[in-house]
């Protein structure tokens, strides 16, 4: 039980001490803000809408209530619903719920929790779950059709809706029948400011596509028709395109044909554009006012559409005929009255519209008239209202509240009364308000106020809703529920609020002020018998369906019911279902007006709780006992504050209450003892009992920590002795082992100083002439063997860059050591070798031979080693023109780059192409492909080079040369190492002999007949950018600077 243990506030009102109004608002915020939104008063739950989505639904809090009974969880709407669910089931009780509320208190969202909870706790099965799925899906398409947009609600539902789900013995469901009352047509032609049509307009518009719009005629701006509203054409968080995809999916899943839709559609379509017709003034030729359609356009797309005679329509919407005995009378009707036949002929047919899908949905759920069932209703019904300008409408919704609220306290009662009759209680006499008076008041067949408005209705004469009143002020001026100016007037009372065309009942909610206006055309109700006539005619199956009175045939003088009369007729049928099934009651408040998450108006709940009628309810309840409960589940929980029970009890559960509640002294006439429970009077008893039950629980925690303390005292000192002696068990073990240890390593020492002392003594005596040598050479064999097989086993990588080689674990194994190590280096260079291919090999000859020439000498050369020699740097396969300068018989270029060469007389440097071949070295201009220089390998007397990262290299040439007699060349090169290697190489090759490559930073170079001292410094930049400037300092002393 959670009632009251670790809940915030109360959750059963019953229980409220003290009841009062201030005190049940406090409880309600308390809870609310706590995001507790559901309340009990006894088996009436009460739902503030929280506005915002809560984890507290779904298939896991489903499971959960439906394992457990009502009080033993906190309030849910899972828990009432599960309730009603399973005493259909189990005990064969038809259900009713009644979900009540003003709009925007969340009533249609309790509607479908309701029904998701027992789609999901009923029997599974693809049939049953064919008449779930199509139970469900009857609620968007409702919503659509019958909810809109208030100041109020976003999704307030315009018309009241009760729902028979009929399930089979074993609580299947097998389908259901909807019935709805009072659809709020009056919002097809108007709203207020702020609110939207009905949301299927919207819808179509926003979501049709664009072929089914041209069908049917329609634009997709809702500017452009006159009964929607402009201002207001979307609503934050509603995807009326998306919606409208769902509505087209759940009328196919109900059952819903293609064709049926699109004539939905259609006759949908039709509502929007009567709106656009456009009436404007005309006159007669005796000039009497008549009118005329402006522009015959949308007459004719209606006409086109629907299979209408636009002539007929337009002649039916601008006159009136009138069938006496003798003729036909035709009178023309002004703009006033023609608008008002356009736009009553707009509401009736969305309204039978509505009512036909109504019918259609019965069609597809209905269950057969042999099967035998059980019912759920679940009534979804527009709660109190009091507005600003109460009107007809208002009138007749606060009506039927006043019938359920007589429902409710009558049943209420009822309950009571059977409980304590069952119990064996005596029943006591309850005083409650009764509203029997107030319904008498509205009902009473003869001198009720709907039975003058029908009479006002029905009367020859003029007729207006000032007759009407005077009527009423006649009939209840001295009714004590009744009240107007007249009746005032005659009691001598001034109130400024009441008006000369309202009159005031004072309701059980409390007093509410109607307006007369309008009440005589809104009970009437009527449709010209022309129009009805013309849409008949239609060639649209649907719209010809929707005015069966338009048949000639079946053409009747008789007056149609009105509609006050129809909706006392449909109440009276919904009270006697009511009152023929168990019901169990939900009351929706809405919280704050701005339908903001987390705020609760304290005036606008308190004026809700009025018009429900909680304080009452609570009151009702509490009447005779306010508390009863099972003896099994009051004794499991009251009996530790007993010793006779405490902490067994093997004797009957009420014998065991009556020992618990002996002993504490309780006042007799508190209790009362039930065949089966035990009754409480008052809240402060069980408080009592809860403060009791709690001071004893301290108690009881207290003995218990007491307990757990000392035996968690006895465990750590058990523990810690059990660990003592095994420690000192371990301790005097360690220590003898360590003796006995000591005394064996003794005893091993003594033995071996014996047998050394007697092997020492045979030695001497036999074996001491070749001792000596014979263990030398087995020791030295042994540790030989040892050495290598260890050297096997640590064998270092092929790789020949590792170097590392074991250590010789004896200096006399040095040498040897050494040995093995070149002898291994040089196997794995030799397979190394085999791997490499031919053009592999040459690579590496090229490396080692720049190695011996510039390695240790040449800065640049360590950045050399790793960057493969290309040769080709200019692109030569694909220059044809340098192709030919080498020559047919030379063989390939060696290399081929673009070099600077370094004027000797002025020191400026010019750009040339270098070409080496195997027999020459070959230089060009770099703008033209013709052979400046050609210089043999064999006229190259050496070449110097600096010692810095430069790329400057001198080429010395034979004096008797050709080009020798010119002089030297000083050039600059990028890639002066592979430069020189290739160019060393190549002279090797062609003259057999080395060329001499000499590295120094000062050196001549030969000028035609003089000479030039060439000497090189390093520049603060040491070569890193690459660049180098030359000097020319005298006649014979060039300075390069790197």
């Known amino acids: 039980m959670t009632l009251l243990e670790g809940s915030v506030g109360v959750e059963d009102l019953v229980l409220l001490e003290p009841l009062e109004q201030g005190s049940l608002l406090k409880n309600l915020q308390q809870r609310y803000e706590h995001k507790e939104i559901y309340t009990y008063i006894g088996n009436v739950l009460i739902s503030v809408n929280p506005y915002q989505q809560l984890p507290i639904y779904g298939p896991e809090f489903i499971a959960k ?26 005990r064969d009780r038809d259900q009713c719920i009644l979900i009540t509320g003003e709009s925007g208190a969340g009533k249609t969202e309790a509607s479908k929790l309701v029904m998701s909870y027992v789609a999901a706790v009923c029997g599974k099965g693809e049939q049953v779950n064919s008449v779930k799925e199509q139970l469900l899906q009857s609620n968007p398409v409702l919503e659509a059709f019958g909810n809109a947009k208030t100041i109020r609600n976003n999704n307030s539902s315009r018309f009241g809706k009760y729902m028979d789900i009929e399930f089979d ?14 659809l709020e047509k009056s919002r097809v032609v108007k709203q207020l400011e702020g609110e939207r049509n009905f949301h299927i307009f919207y819808q179509l518009l926003a979501g049709a596509e664009a072929d089914l719009l041209k069908a049917l005629k329609l634009e997709r701006e809702t500017r452009c028709y006159v009964y929607l509203n402009r201002k207001v054409s979307r609503v934050d968080g509603m995807d009326d395109a998306s919606n409208f995809k769902a509505v087209q999916s759940a009328m196919a899943v109900i059952g819903f044909s293609e064709e049926e839709i699109q004539q939905v559609l259609e006759v949908t379509a039709l509502v929007l554009k009567l709106g656009n017709v456009e009436l404007a003034d005309e006159f007669q030729a005796n000039g009497v006012s008549a009118s005329g359609i402006r522009d015959g356009r949308g007459i004719q797309e209606i006409g086109e559409m629907m299979g209408l005679n636009s002539e007929e329509l337009e002649k039916a919407l601008c006159s009136r005929t009138m069938k006496t005995a003798k003729e036909n009378v035709v009178t023309a009707l002004n703009v006033v009255q023609a608008q008002y036949a356009r736009d009553a002929l707009a509401k009736n047919i969305y309204s039978r519209l509505f009512n036909w899908i109504v019918n259609r949905i019965n069609e597809s759920i209905k269950v057969g008239t042999g099967e035998k069932k059980k019912v759920m209703g679940v009534l979804d019904i527009y709660g109190f209202e009091i507005l600003e300008d109460n009107s007809f409408e208002q009138f007749v919704i606060n009506y039927c509240n006043e019938k359920l609220q007589q429902v409710f306290i009558e049943m209420t009662l009822k309950e009571e009364q059977e409980e304590y009759e069952r119990e064996g209680i005596p029943w006591t006499k309850v005083d409650y308000s009764d509203n029997g008076v107030i319904c008498n008041l509205i009902e009473h067949n003869q001198r009720g106020i709907l039975a003058m408005l029908d009479e006002e209705c029905l009367r020859p004469g003029v007729v207006s809703d000032t007759t009407f009143l005077a009527k009423l002020n006649h009939l209840f001026s001295k009714h004590t529920h009744y009240e107007s100016k007249v009746t005032q007037n005659a009691q001598r009372q001034y109130d400024h609020t009441m008006g000369l065309s309202s009159f005031r009942i004072c309701h059980y909610a409390g007093k509410v002020t109607y307006n007369v206006n309008g009440f005589i055309d809104k009970n009437n109700d009527l449709l010209f018998r022309d129009l009805s006539q013309v849409m008949w005619k239609a060639r649209h199956p649907l719209l010809q369906s929707l005015f069966p009175e338009g048949d000639p045939k079946q053409a009747s003088l008789k007056r149609p019911p009105t509609a006050g009369a129809q909706f006392k007729s449909s109440v009276a049928i919904l009270m006697k279902n009511l009152y023929s099934k168990n019901p169990n009651y939900i009351r929706c408040i809405k919280p704050n007006e701005h339908q903001q998450r987390g705020q609760f108006s304290s005036e606008l709940v308190a004026i809700q709780t009025r018009y429900l009628g909680l304080l009452e309810n609570v009151r009702v309840r509490r009447a005779g006992y306010a508390y009863r409960q099972g003896y099994r589940p009051f004794l499991e929980r009251y009996r530790l504050l007993s010793r006779s029970t405490w902490p067994r009890w093997n004797g009957g559960d009420r014998e065991g209450v009556e020992k618990v509640v002996g002993e504490l002294s309780l006042s007799s006439e508190e209790l009362a003892f039930g065949k089966t429970k035990i009754f409480i009077r008052s809240p402060k008893t069980l408080f009592h009992l809860e403060e009791r039950r709690r001071l004893r629980l301290q108690q009881l925690a207290t003995l218990i920590q007491k307990t757990y303390r000392g035996w968690r005292c006895r465990t750590h000192y058990r523990l810690m002795r059990k660990s003592q002696i095994l420690i000192s068990a371990w301790f005097r073990g360690n220590m003898q082992k360590k003796r006995y240890g000591k005394i064996k390593a003794s005893s091993l020492l003594i033995q071996a100083f014996v047998r050394g002392w007697k092997a020492r003594k045979d030695y001497r005596k036999y074996f001491r002439s070749g001792a000596a040598l014979t263990l030398a050479n087995f020791i030295y064999k042994s540790i030989t063997r040892k050495f290598l097989l260890g050297l096997k086993d640590n064998l270092p990588s092929t790789n020949i860059l590792d170097k590392t080689w074991p250590a010789a674990p004896y200096k006399c194994f040095h040498t040897a050591n050494q040995e093995l190590r070149q002898l291994f280096y040089r196997w794995k260079c030799k397979k190394f070798r085999d791997r490499l291919s031919l053009k592999q090999v040459e690579n590496l000859r090229e490396k080692l031979c720049a190695s011996e020439l510039f390695k240790d000498k040449k800065a640049s050369y360590p950045q050399s080693v790793p960057i493969p020699f290309r040769g080709d740097y200019i692109g030569l396969q694909g220059n044809p023109k340098l192709q030919k300068l080498k020559g047919g018989a030379e063989g390939p270029v060696l290399v081929a780059e673009t070099v600077k060469k370094v004027n000797r007389g002025n020191g400026k440097t010019s750009s040339r192409i270098l070409l080496l071949t195997k027999e020459h070295v070959i230089l060009t201009d770099t703008k033209k492909s013709q052979a400046k220089t ?56 062609a003259t057999q002999k080395q060329l001499p490559v000499t590295v120094t930073e000062d050196f001549s170079v030969r000028f035609k007949e003089s000479s030039v001292a060439v000497k090189v410094t390093q520049g603060p930049e040491r070569g890193r950018n690459g660049k180098l400037s030359c000097k020319k300092t005298g006649s014979r002393c060039l300075d390069v600077t790197v």
């Open 65 to 90: 209530y439906r394992d457990y009974t009502f009080y033993e969880l906190q309030p849910h709407i899972y828990a009432l619903a599960n309730v009603a669910y399973q005493s259909l089931r189990d």
């Open 169 to 182: 013995f074993k609580g299947s469901p097998l389908g259901g029948v909807i019935t709805n009352y009072l």
């Open 934 to 989: 050609v210089i043999g390998l064999d006229s190259v007397a050496g070449v110097s080079v600096t010692s810095f990262k430069d790329g400057l290299f001198s080429l010395h040439l034979n004096e008797i040369s050709s080009v020798g007699s010119k002089g030297d060349f000083l050039l600059v090169s990028e890639h002066v190492i592979e430069l020189l290697t290739k160019m060393y190489r190549a002279v090797l090759d």
